[in-house]
DNA sequence: GGACTACATCGACGGGTGTCAATGTAGCGC
DNA sequence: GCGCTACATTGACACCCGTCGATGTAGTCC
C-alpha cells in the first residue's frame, strides 16, 4: 500500500468542496430532475408568470394524470416546486431559489479561467 | 375541450423554452449526477488542478473498483469527464464546460428579481 | 516470454423508478 | 343530500440502476 518506488497516480486529492450534505442534496436536486418529464414540468412552469394547474400539464406532456401527480410530488419532495390549493384545483409553481441553488452550486458563477 | 363557462385553469401556456433535445439532454446530464457517489467523484476532480486516476477514486469513495469505473463510465457517456490514459493509469479529468452549460441552462446568471 | 498492476467488462442480485388502470378523496354546484 | 370535477393514492407491471465478485484486457517491468 506504500511503495518506496515514485508511483505515478494516487498522489493525495486536495479536499472536496462539499459536504456529505451536500453532496446528498445535490444528488437529490439532480435525481429529480433526471426524467425527460419532470425537466418539462420545470420548464413549463418556468415559462408561465402564474401558476399552473395539473390539467394544464396532462395535455403537453402526453401521459396520464397519475402520471403527472407523481411527477409532481417528486418535485415537490425535492422542494423544486411548490403547491398551492385554490378550490378543487393545484397550482403549482416553480421554486426559483432551489434551482438558482441548484445551478449556483454546480457551476459558482464566476467565471475564472484557468486554461 | 371548450366550454363556454368561464374556467379558473387550463389557460393556454407560454410556450416551453427548451426544446425536446435539450429536455432531453438535461435529464440526460442530472441522470448523470443523481447518484451521490458521482457527485463525489465530481467534487472530487473538481478539487483536483490535475487530472485523477481511478485507484485515487477508490478510497475516498469506499466503493470497489468496478463500481467506480462504473460510475465514471456514466459520466464520461454523460460528457461529464473525459479520460486520458497514461501507461497503465487511466486519468480522468472534469469537462468544466458541459457542467457550466448545465447550470447555466437551469438558471441563467442574470438575477432579474421578479417579485 | 512471464508475472504483475491498473482498469474495464460481465453476470447476478436487490432495490428503485416510470407508467398505467382502478380507486379514493376533497371541493363545487345543483 | 347527489352528482360532477380535479387531483391524489394504490397496486401492478416492466424496466433500469447501484453494487459486488469474478473475469477479461492492456500496459509495465523483470
Redesign the interface.
Known amino acids: 500500500m506504500a511503495p518506496e518506488r515514485e508511483v505515478?497516480?494516487?498522489?493525495p486529492?486536495?479536499?472536496?468542496?462539499?459536504s456529505d450534505a451536500d453532496?446528498?442534496d445535490?444528488?437529490r436536486l439532480?435525481?429529480a430532475?433526471?426524467?425527460?418529464n419532470?425537466?418539462?414540468i420545470v420548464?413549463?412552469l418556468?415559462?408561465?408568470?402564474?401558476p399552473?394547474?395539473v390539467?394544464?400539464l396532462t395535455e403537453?406532456l402526453g401521459v396520464s394524470q397519475p402520471t403527472v401527480s407523481h411527477h409532481l410530488r417528486t418535485l415537490l419532495d425535492a422542494g423544486l416546486v411548490q403547491r398551492e390549493r385554490?378550490?378543487t384545483?393545484a397550482?403549482y409553481s416553480l421554486d426559483?431559489e432551489t434551482?438558482?441553488r441548484?445551478?449556483?452550486v454546480?457551476?459558482p458563477?464566476q467565471p475564472l479561467e484557468?486554461t
Request: with cysteine.
Open positions: 505515478a497516480c494516487c498522489t486529492l486536495a479536499a472536496p468542496a462539499w453532496t446528498a445535490i444528488a439532480c435525481r430532475l433526471a426524467d425527460p419532470r425537466v418539462r420548464n413549463l418556468a415559462a408561465s408568470p402564474q399552473v394547474c390539467c394544464d403537453p385554490r378550490g384545483w397550482y426559483n434551482l438558482r441548484l445551478a449556483d454546480l457551476a458563477p484557468v
